[in-house]
């Protein structure tokens, strides 16, 4: 939120006119309009403010406002009516001074608005508590009560102020509201039986017949209907923007918080029906014999309705609007009343009940709110009257209303001027003589006892003879005719002879706020303010509660020959009253203007206002302001603002706030006769000087902001940075626990894997552990490694015992290693001949005693080179597979037992005998015809090949068959039937006797040890059909 410390801050224009450069009515209303078009309708000048009707809710009036002005000095913020009003209250309150509050202005510029904004204001700020509040709520709903009875709409306002009001709010000595008081003035009472083209008569009228439930209509013997009543004009019965109905809710609200019983309201009520039935009742002429007319009462049903409404006897008030009864010393004379004289006692009538109503509402509603106590009360008082007023058609009603504002404007000069005396004189300042216009004058043409307009009035009111409105202007004419501010064009003053814009039946007074011309006619009636006797008594007699209090003169018990004070007398009297009781308070101005003539928002009339501004007197209200000093300041405030332009001042000033000031002046240089020193304050004389000073202190403002701002984003800098750097240490901080983590993850993940290649945990340990010892194990180990070769068994021995498990494991790993080694450098063949002999060593080994001696021997399978032996070519023939095994071998004679050499040759699919000499097959078997080979486990060659029974090679017998190289020939032979598919690998019979089918025979070969004479050899022999023996040498 903007912080405000001057008015001077941010100003639309100026918000004090005294600061106006130049000063002339031109600059004046121009710095109006600026303010208005940024809708700040307030403006001062000096203690004064200048309200601007905007015509449109503005939001400066919430409750924030309230307390953004409370207890703050007047200059401190924007021009604002809640200024004065904490102003005048805390005036008040603190300082003991009773306070008056005048508001002042034309219909429709805002005066009634400004005393409600003050009440409430006042209202909102004073004490609080359960009687406190109810106080307040009364002295706010006595508003809406007497708005409805003596408000109207006008062509000027729809909501015109029929009446002017004064109001005391009474205070304790601690600032709570206590109570109040309500002064009157003058109601415009014709406005009950006529209003002007477009206006309305009271809202009471159509809020009543709007607002009112049936049963209560009927009570009240009314009809909704308006036209029905000749008393209210039908051409603007409806307003815009104002709800009847809801408005009559409101008033019965408020009259009951106001403290109204439902009998008195019930009687108020009554007596507004009464009016609007008498407005209905009608006369005709009835001739007489003395040729005279005589008024009777036409349709009697009004008046009837009426009567039973106020408890009157029908007959007597008949009477009074037929005769007239005039009693002079002790004679009673009665004439008869004519048609028009019934009317105008009708309209009389109606206008006395109305008004003295509206009085009596006054009076219950002060008895009210008057204060509960004895005790001193501090007052402030509120003034909302009519404004100055000209119309076309002037009559008494204006002249008395412009009388009023006359008397306020010359009270308002010798107060602002009074406030400025002493105000120089509290500060020490010398007083300078001040020319202003002083328009006591004109009110001396008004109101003085001998030759005043109002005597002259009273004086033809009560003189006897033929009074009438012509012969008082002649009376002016003679008596005023030298008066300055007086011009009439009979008068004794020969200038406006030929004045024709001066009617003969008028008179113009040169008032203050310009020239009005009235029209004479009415003056006398309206003065005279006659109620017929008849009339008073007929109301008096009724048999109402309320028609007795209003109409007391008509009590026959107390005839009162005396004539009953004039209208304007009883006014004079009032506004006498009024200014006495003025005088004694401290006064606070707000003078209301009204920015256009259509009631519409954002419209600026500039010959409107300028109007206003000059009849307002402001221009001279500002000359007078300025015409000593035109500003003045507290010092400490002053200090606390310029302080900034003096380095002895700025930042702090130890010393008295008007030292400081003084010194501040000095160094600024400006010239002595531009301020003078006042007791508590700082006069300073032109406003050029106030607007020197607020030009330097806004230039340094500008440099001091930089400064700040230099500083600010200095600091703003190196906040950031600082929080950069801390950042910066944060994610260092975390990246490298970030890096650690992901070490360490690794060296984890690394180790599981040593682990999972079976690492022992020792050498793990020795690994992580870097241990000097084991480095030194695995050196040594290093150099003492064995040879490469599997069959070596050697191994170095272990240094430390500790490191046993470690040794032997990586003894094992070194071994297998070595053997991988020694296997990956194996060719496929090579791989083959090392398969082969394996199968042999499955075989064989540790079964058959040859076996060893075949260790060393390669396997070559082709012996003779069969491919190229064109000696065996024939073979060749034979064989359509590749050759696995081509041989020289025995083959046994089974005779005998000798042997007889043959070829073997062995494919994948057969092995085929043949001659050695000749290569001429004997034999050819295909090998899933074998059944099975048997040998012994001796040291022999021999084998017997077994053939399946049944298959065709059968038939031939089984073969027996001898061969040193038996270990490669039965291997590849077992291997053949191992490697194909649709065979069973070929088993391989290890025993030292079995039985072999020689054709038909069945012949059992034994393998005996023979003796030391048969040396190494194998000798075979035919036993006998059934066995054959071999003798085989000993191991
Ligand atoms: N401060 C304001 N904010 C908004 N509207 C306002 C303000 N002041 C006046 N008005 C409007 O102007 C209308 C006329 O104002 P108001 O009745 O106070 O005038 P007045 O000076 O009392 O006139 P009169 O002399 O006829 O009684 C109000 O009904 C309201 O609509
Ligand atoms: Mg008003």
Same mark, same amino acid.
């Given at each position: 939120m903007e912080v405000k410390t001057?008015?001077?801050?941010?100003?639309i224009g100026v918000?004090?006119?005294?600061?106006?450069?130049?000063?002339s009515e031109e600059t004046f209303i121009d710095n109006l309009q600026k303010r208005f078009s940024h809708n700040e309708i307030y403006t001062y000048i000096g203690s004064v403010v200048i309200s601007m009707n905007p015509y449109r809710s503005l939001p400066i009036y919430t409750a924030d406002k309230v307390e953004e002005y +409370?207890? +703050?000095?007047?200059?401190?913020?924007?021009?604002h009516i809640y200024a004065l009003s904490d102003e005048a209250y805390r005036s008040l309150r603190d300082q003991d001074k009773d306070q008056c509050i005048l508001i002042t202005g034309?219909?429709?510029?805002?005066k009634t608005e400004a005393s409600k904004l003050v009440m409430s204001y006042v209202a909102a700020v004073c004490g609080k508590g359960h009687e406190v509040n109810k106080v307040k709520e009364q002295l706010l709903q006595s508003n809406p009560v007497l708005e409805a009875f003596g408000n109207a709409k006008t062509v000027r306002n729809d909501?015109? $102020?029929?009446f002017g009001k004064y109001m005391d709010i009474e205070f304790d000595f601690k600032g709570d509201p206590l109570g109040g008081v309500i002064s009157n003035y003058l109601?415009?009472?014709?406005r009950v039986v006529k209003q002007p083209r477009g206006e309305r008569n009271f809202h009471i009228f159509y809020q009543l017949l709007s607002g009112a439930s049936e049963d209560m209509l009927k009570k009240l013997k009314?009809?909704?209907?308006?036209?029905?009543?000749?008393?209210?004009?039908?051409?603007?019965a409806t307003v815009n923007g104002l709800d009847d109905a809801a408005n009559f809710r409101t008033v019965r609200n408020a009259m009951q918080i106001v403290g109204f019983l439902e009998d008195e309201v019930q009687s108020v009520l009554e007596l507004v029906a009464a009016v609007l039935k008498l407005g209905n009742i009608e006369f005709k002429p009835e001739s007489r014999a003395n040729g005279f007319d005589e008024s009777r009462v036409k349709d009697k049903n009004d008046l009837k309705e009426m009567c039973e409404l106020l408890g009157i006897e029908q007959l007597v008030l008949e009477r009074a609007f037929s005769f007239r009864t005039v009693e002079a010393k002790m004679e009673k004379v009665s004439t008869t009343l004519n048609v028009a004289q019934a009317y105008y006692a009708r309209d009389a009538l109606a206008k006395n009940l109305y008004s003295r109503m509206f009085s009596w509402l006054v009076n219950r509603i002060n008895e009210s709110i008057?204060?509960?106590?004895k005790a001193r009360k501090k007052v402030m008082g509120v003034l909302d009257i009519y404004g100055f007023e000209i119309f076309e058609d002037n009559s008494f009603e204006q002249f008395i209303i412009n009388y009023c504002n006359e008397k306020l404007q010359q009270i308002f000069i010798e107060l602002t001027l009074r406030e400025e005396q002493e105000e120089y004189v509290r500060e020490g300042i010398e007083w300078t003589n001040i020319e202003y216009f002083n328009n006591a004058i004109i009110c001396e043409l008004i109101?003085?006892?001998?030759?005043g307009i109002l005597a002259m009035l009273d004086e033809e009111c009560l003189r006897p003879g033929t009074v009438t409105d012509e012969t008082f202007l002649d009376k002016l004419n003679t008596v005023?005719?030298?008066?300055?501010?007086f011009e009439s +064009?009979?008068?004794?003053?020969?200038?406006?002879?030929?004045?024709?814009? #001066?009617?003969?039946n008028c008179f113009r007074i040169q008032h203050y706020a310009g020239k009005v011309l009235y029209q004479v006619e009415g003056f006398v009636d309206k003065n005279n303010d006659l109620l017929y006797r008849d009339l008073s008594q007929a109301m008096y007699k009724?048999?109402?509660? #309320?028609m007795k209090l209003l109409f007391p003169e008509g009590n026959p018990a107390k005839v009162n020959l005396k004539r009953p004070p004039t209208a304007g007398f009883q006014f004079k009297a009032s506004v006498g009253t009024l200014m006495r009781n003025l005088q004694t308070k401290n006064p606070n101005y707000i003078r209301c203007i009204k920015p256009?003539?259509?009631?519409?928002?954002?419209?600026?009339s500039e010959s409107l206002v300028s109007h206003q501004v000059r009849y307002l007197g402001l221009m001279e209200n500002v000359r007078v302001r300025r015409a000593g000093y035109a500003f003045r300041q507290a010092y400490e405030p002053c200090l606390e603002r310029y302080?900034?332009?003096c380095k002895q001042t700025w930042?702090?000033?130890?010393?008295l706030a008007r030292k400081g000031v003084e010194v501040l002046l000095k160094d600024l240089k400006?010239?002595?006769?531009?301020f003078s020193y006042g007791r508590s304050k700082i006069f300073i004389r032109n406003p050029r000087t106030l607007f020197f000073l607020e030009e330097r202190r806004r230039q340094c403002l500008e440099d001091l902001a930089t400064l700040i701002q230099k500083i600010y984003r200095g600091w703003k800098r190196r906040t950031h940075f600082l929080l950069l750097k801390k950042s910066q240490v944060v994610v260092a901080a975390w990246y490298r626990r970030y890096a650690q983590q992901q070490k360490y993850q690794k060296i984890k993940s690394s180790t599981i894997v040593v682990q999972n290649i079976s690492l022992s945990k020792n050498v793990l340990s020795f690994i992580l552990l870097r241990d000097g010892s084991m480095q030194k194990y695995f050196f040594d180990l290093k150099n003492t490694m064995p040879s490469? $070769?599997?069959?070596?068994?050697s191994w170095p021995a272990r240094p430390?015992?500790?490191?046993e498990g470690t040794h032997q494991q990586l003894r094992s790993i070194f071994h297998l290693w070595r053997c991988k080694q020694y296997r990956d450098q194996f060719t496929e063949e090579k791989k083959a001949i090392y398969e082969e002999k394996l199968e042999a060593s499955k075989l064989f080994k540790d079964k058959k005693a040859l076996y060893p001696s075949s260790?060393?021997?390669?396997?070559?399978?082709?012996?003779?080179?069969i491919n190229k032996n064109p000696k065996y070519q024939k073979l060749n023939i034979v064989m359509d597979e590749k050759l696995l095994l081509a041989d020289v071998i025995n083959k046994v004679?089974?005779?005998?037992?000798k042997g007889a050499s043959r070829i073997f040759l062995l494919t994948k699919k057969n092995f085929v005998l043949a001659?050695?000499?000749?290569?001429?097959?004997?034999a050819s078997i295909p090998l899933p015809d074998l059944s099975s080979v048997s040998v012994s486990?001796?040291?022999?060659?021999f084998f017997a090949l077994k053939l399946k029974q049944g298959?065709?090679?059968?038939a031939k017998g089984d073969f027996l068959l001898s061969s040193d190289r038996l270990i490669e020939i039965i291997t590849k032979l077992h291997r053949t039937g191992a490697a194909s598919s649709d065979r069973e690998p070929l088993s391989v019979d290890i025993s030292d006797e079995f039985l072999v089918q020689f054709k038909q025979d069945k012949v059992c070969v034994k393998f005996v040890q023979g003796g030391p004479?048969?040396?190494n050899s194998v000798t075979c022999k035919r036993k006998n059909n059934r066995l054959l023996e071999v003798s085989v040498p000993p191991p």
């Open positions: 001057s008015l001077l801050d941010n100003m918000g004090d006119m005294v600061l106006l450069e130049p000063l +409370r207890n +703050r000095n007047f200059y401190e913020l924007s021009p034309e219909s429709g510029a805002g909501n015109s $102020s029929r109601l415009e009472k014709s009314l009809g909704r209907d308006f036209s029905k009543y000749n008393y209210l004009s039908l051409d603007s008057k204060a509960k106590t109101e003085n006892n001998q030759n005023c005719a030298e008066h300055q501010h +064009r009979l008068s004794k003053n020969s200038k406006f002879l030929t004045d024709h814009s #001066l009617p003969h009724a048999n109402h509660s #309320l256009n003539d259509k009631k519409a928002a954002q419209v600026f302080k900034m332009l930042p702090h000033w130890k010393d400006v010239p002595e006769e531009e490469m $070769s599997p069959i070596d068994k430390f015992l500790f490191l260790v060393g021997q390669p396997f070559k399978g082709d012996y003779l080179d004679n089974r005779a005998n037992g001659d050695q000499k000749t290569g001429q097959v004997k486990s001796h040291n022999d060659g298959t065709a090679s059968a004479k048969n040396g």
